[in-house]
Each structure stands twice: as C-alpha cells, then as structure tokens.
C-alpha cells in the first residue's frame, strides 16, 4: 500500500505530466484517497503561492473529508473540489480522480460527439460512450457533485459539457492515462471526421485481443515520466 508520502509525489508527478501534455493550465486537479481513512489528498486552489502544475511540491497537497472541509494544508482546496468528493462518495471502487479542461476531449464534448474506439491502444476506455454531463458550471457544491458522479455512473470518464473532463480509477497513475488515452482518441475521431470520412470502429475483438497482450500501466506511466522529466528515482509505479 502506497504511503502518503508517495501518493504525494503521485499527485505531484501526475500534475506535470498533465501539464506537459496540455491537459491542464493552472486550472485542473489531480486527488486520491488516503487508505484507511475518509480523506482526500488534493492538488490546492491555485494562487498567487501555489505554483504552476508543472512546479507543484508533494507537500503543496492539502487534505479534505468527505465533505469537502479542509482538514490539513497551507493552502485551500480546489473550489471544485466536490467533483471529487462525490465521485468518492459514489463509487466505492475509486481510488483516484484526475478533473482536466483538456481541449480535444472537452470540443468533443461540446459537440455531444461521441469519441469513438479507433485507435487501438486507447480503445478499451470507450467501448461503452463516454456520459455527458450537460451542465458547465463550476462544480462548487454537493448537490453539483452528485449530479455530476450520478452521470459519470460506473464509466471512468465524463464530460463536463462546455468545461473538460473526470476520469475515475483505481490509482493516480490509470486516471491520468485515461484522460491522457481520451484525448487521443478525441483528437483522432475530431481530425478523421474532418476529413470528411467515417473512423473504422475497432470492433470489441480486436480491442480484447490488444488489451489482453499489450503492456500494462505501469510501462506507459513509466513513458510519461520520463517525458515530463521526472527522475526513475521519483516516479512512484
Ligand atoms: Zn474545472
């Protein structure tokens, strides 16, 4: 079991590599339950203190309850924070949420355009469509929150239409991979469309047989690390 000095660093590492690849601004937050309790670790609000994403410190991590109340932290939780909350709250499987304004995922969304199973690593995430949550306001409340987690269902990602994305999942490093996976294929359904054709839809056969003998999460994890220049030594796998 991971120790919240790792999961610290996960946070950290998490929000530099979404960072890095454009999923985030200073806006977003990656979370993660602490084991054992009922609280959260977050990414703080951002301010004039707090440094971009791509700077934030293991120890810059506040921590919440259930509700949403700061518990420990120099500095204030995300306003949005009950994206998190309630996605918790819901879904008892959850061990990590990662909230993004990623631009690919997010036009998507806009469109209610389903991001469609074409490529054949990131597939697996959207063979079921991804939800849509039709509603672009700041998520600043439990009711808001559970609106929200009762959209996300038992998906792992959803779209905060008009806003960006939740991806759900058992660690802070698969959330960050399914919003990072999302994006491609967001990206890939966006520009073939463009074309003016129609996307071959990977049928469920084909996405079984590439899950079922491709690497796992840990190798593509251990990829975005390094290319967000995180040092082997600090990338908790
Ligand atoms: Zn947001």
Known sequence: MATEAELRQLLADSSRIMFRLGLVDYMGHPSVRIPGTDCVLIKPRHSLRIR?????RPDDMVVIDLDGKLIEGKDGPPSERFIHTCIYRARPDVQAVVHTHQPWATVMGVAS????????????????PVPIWPCAKLVTDNELGEALAKSLGEHSVVHLQGHG?????????????????????????WRVLAMGREPRVIPP???H????TGVGWEV???????????EPSEARR
């Open 165 to 189: 994305v939740a991806s759900a999942a058992a660690t802070v490093q698969e959330a960050t991979l399914n919003a990072i996976h999302l994006e491609h294929l967001a990206e890939a359904t």
């Open 113 to 128: 355009a389903p991001i469609r199973p074409i490529l054949h690593v990131q597939s697996s995430l959207v063979e079921k």
């Open 209 to 212: 047989q590439r899950t079922a």
């Open 205 to 207: 056969d084909e996405i």
């Open 220 to 230: 593509r994890w251990a990829y975005y690390a390094e290319i967000a220049g995180i």
């Open 52 to 56: 971009s994403q791509d700077r934030v």
